[in-house]
């Protein structure tokens, strides 16, 4: 199919255009796999871009890993004609695997791969989990470590980092004008949050993270990490001002929200991906190292064996 700048080859699930003079423009992509929102944010001006939380695709039966979550970004952006400054992680993913450095390497190296400055608690968590022995592994894993309230430019338009600890200890919000990308924290009200169990997480420190969010003002757009429709009716994004989120998480204090979280979350089993996820995310999107005879492996450790298996 011929391309061109008024219709790119790849649609975006939703498009916000317009919304008032402080917010870029939002496009919205759905990876149904693993119920992902992926974001391009763009200044329609300086045509210049950032990626927000893009997906690898991967098959854990067959370890297949390939590209076309990536690929329709890529090219969207190409048809866009976008100039990507940043890929921007709102944290060490758990169910997901990122694309980020195959995205950086495919527009030239030109992006910066940003997350937030904790990601360094959660490398050191993970390290000894899949043999990560060499701290060096970890080196230029990512190319900026965002601290609390840090800024930065997007064209003409500004971005506020916001620490937004719970989920995991790195998590970072990121907000452009009314626009909140808001990760796994606070999510759509008919899940209402993100889990607070992964090592480092903490049920006390995602309510006063979903507390702040709810503090900005009640235009704000909440952009959510994932959502998981029982039908088609996905939607990226909810709103300070929903009814929902008032009621249930403005109205509700920390004591009841944590009996809530923890009690939910001992029903949840661990992510699909978890193991891949976390061996890919915390390299900043490298596969691991090769072994000696120039394999590649993604690691699942063993838990749960009897000691009649182990003794050997
Ligand atoms: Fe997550």
Known sequence: MESTAASPRVQPDVSHEGIDSKTPAIFSFFEKATGTWQYIISDPQTHQAVIVDPVL?????????????ADDLLSFIEDKKLNVTHILETHAHADHLTSSRYLKSCLHGTPSIGIGARITQVQKTFAPVYGYDDPSIFEN???IYWKD????KLGGYNCRVVHLPGHTPDHVGYVFGSAVFTGDSIFNPDVGSARADFPGGNAKDLYSSMQRLLSLPEDSLLFVGHDYPPNDTRTPLTSVAVREHQAVWKGKDEVSFVEWRQSRDATLGAPRLLHSSLQVNIL??????QDQ???????????GAPECLTKE
Do not use: C, H, M, Q
């Open 57 to 69: 695709d991967y098959d854990p039966a067959s370890g297949t890993i390939s590209t076309k979550s």
């Open 149 to 152: 309230d840090e800024e930065f």
């Open 293 to 303: 005879n120039g394999r590649r492996w993604l690691k699942t450790p063993v838990r």
């Open 141 to 143: 894993s990512f190319d």
């Open 284 to 289: 900043g999107g490298r596969l691991p190292p």
